[in-house]
């Protein structure tokens, strides 16, 4: 996937350092979501005092990502999950019926 600044990173690579507190949001749009992402960064050293890496994972396109990154001064990776591939193979993905 590509981070907020456009770099392919294999997520695999990531959790060869450590275990990692891995979150899906929607996007920079949401408040909800962005009230989490506050909540990660105000308490990102204590969660890594702990050994773990912090990584948001979104749909949005890697120049919204970053956008959203520096808004929110957020000191931990996000990526763009273009198409939803990596939420579908955790199964976060689906379809309301109409």
Request: a negative charge.
């Amino acid at each position: 996937m590509p981070n907020a600044h456009g770099q392919a990173v294999d997520i695999k690579d990531l959790l060869n350092s450590g275990p990692i507190a891995l979150t899906f949001y929607r996007g920079g749009w949401c408040t909800y979501c962005n009230l989490e992402l506050r909540a990660y960064q105000q308490y990102l050293n204590e969660i890594r005092g702990y050994g773990v890496q912090v990584v948001g994972i979104s749909p949005e396109l890697p120049d919204s990502s970053l956008s959203n990154v520096e808004r929110l001064e957020l000191e931990f990776e996000v990526f763009s999950d273009i198409g939803n591939k990596v939420s579908k193979e955790f199964g976060l993905v689906f379809r309301l019926a109409s």
